[in-house]
């Protein structure tokens, strides 16, 4: 009889995803850790798992029960896709500027999908937030992972983000710098990093008119990032700073990350790329600047590259963007 193999199953496939050096005329070493590899397609993957893995233990997912989360599109389609492996019914609530791609990727993993109105404000009863409460509380043995308020997001980039960016660096990583959503990836491989190294600096990327980040806060363009919600999952003693990035800057560079550099990412990514290389300008051959690439640019093919939304919408900026001033 053959040899009997232990091939890996699809879930064992989130994380460990590969760290890579970017050709960049800087004088850092700089690094993108390539999280569009997960199964996926996101860094979200590695939280929904632990989420959806605690409320498995804790029993508050029960064999046949189902998921709610409201989600701009990459948490809901890590739950999506977790929920088609385990046997969940999954049910997703996204604002109405989630790009079309990421709502048909819901629908093909058996996802449905609410889309509700554009607006972060979470006891706006047309929001999305306030939608997934509403089904929440009407499902029976419905679970809502609430990926802004669950300890199991940042845990998951504690035990693995964190972890493989330590190892992969050969513990000479001195800077770090991640989008900063519900803030689990920052806080959870800030922690991790930072207990190894207090000396890393780490550095959240928001969309600048988040309700963290403005006085004035409005919707934005960008997808992934946007701190809107300021719970326990957003750890502030393990971050640095936090950069606040408007749309312009961030779908500039993610169409530069493609032209120039061969790497067709998410908004996030351009976002994180565009303050990496304004960051990397104050530092030295010494240093070691690892970014997160967090989702892949197949997710916005329309919205940031066929119809670009922020030429169409968005005020002319008065600073030119990175990506104007190479031209
Ligand atoms: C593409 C992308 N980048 C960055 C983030 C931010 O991650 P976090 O929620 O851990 O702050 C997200 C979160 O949804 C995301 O989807």
Redesign the pocket.
């Known amino acids: 009889m053959a040899h009997k193999q232990n091939y890996k199953k699809i879930l064992e496939c989130i994380g460990s995803t590969p760290l890579i050096q970017l050709d960049l005329d800087v004088k850092p070493t700089v690094l993108a850790k390539l999280d569009f590899y997960n199964p996926g397609g996101?860094?979200?993957d590695r939280?929904a798992l632990f989420m959806v893995e605690q409320a498995e233990k804790d029993g508050c997912l029960q064999p046949g029960g189902t998921i709610i989360e409201a989600?701009?599109?990459?948490?809901g389609i890590a739950l999506a896709m977790i929920g088609a492996v385990k046997g969940y019914r999954v049910i997703i609530t996204v604002p109405d500027r989630t790009a079309i791609e990421k709502v048909a990727i819901l629908r093909a993993y058996g996802a449905e999908v609410h889309v509700c109105l554009n607006t972060d404000d979470l006891h706006d009863p047309r929001g999305y937030h306030a939608m997934a409460e509403h089904l929440y509380h009407t499902i029976p043995g419905a679970f809502m992972p609430n990926?802004y308020f669950n300890v199991a997001?940042p845990a998951a980039?504690y035990a693995t983000t964190g972890p493989e960016i330590w190892q992969q660096t050969n513990g000479t990583v001195t800077h770090f710098i991640?989008?900063?959503?519900?803030?689990?990836?920052?806080s959870g491989t800030g922690r991790y990093l930072k207990e190894q190294n207090p000396g890393i600096k780490v550095i959240g990327v928001d969309a600048a008119t988040s309700l963290y980040s403005s006085k004035d806060p409005k919707a934005y363009l960008s997808?992934?990032?946007g701190i809107d919600v300021i719970s326990d999952t957003f750890a502030k003693q393990y971050i640095d700073e936090i950069i606040p990035i408007v749309d312009a800057d961030a779908f500039a560079m993610t169409r530069r990350l493609a032209k120039k550099y061969g790497f067709l990412v998410?908004?996030?990514?351009g976002a994180v790329m565009h303050v990496a290389l304004e960051y990397a300008k104050t530092l030295t051959e010494d240093d070691v600047l690892v970014v997160?690439f967090?989702?892949s640019g197949k997710s916005y093919l329309d919205k940031v590259f066929i119809n670009p939304v922020d030429k169409k919408c968005m005020p002319a900026k008065t600073e030119k963007t990175f990506e104007e001033k190479q031209l």
Do not use: L, V, Y
């Open positions: 996101s860094i979200k939280s989600s701009s599109g990459n948490q990926q997001n980039h991640c989008g900063a959503g519900s803030c689990g990836t920052i997808e992934g990032i998410g908004i996030s990514s997160i967090a989702d």
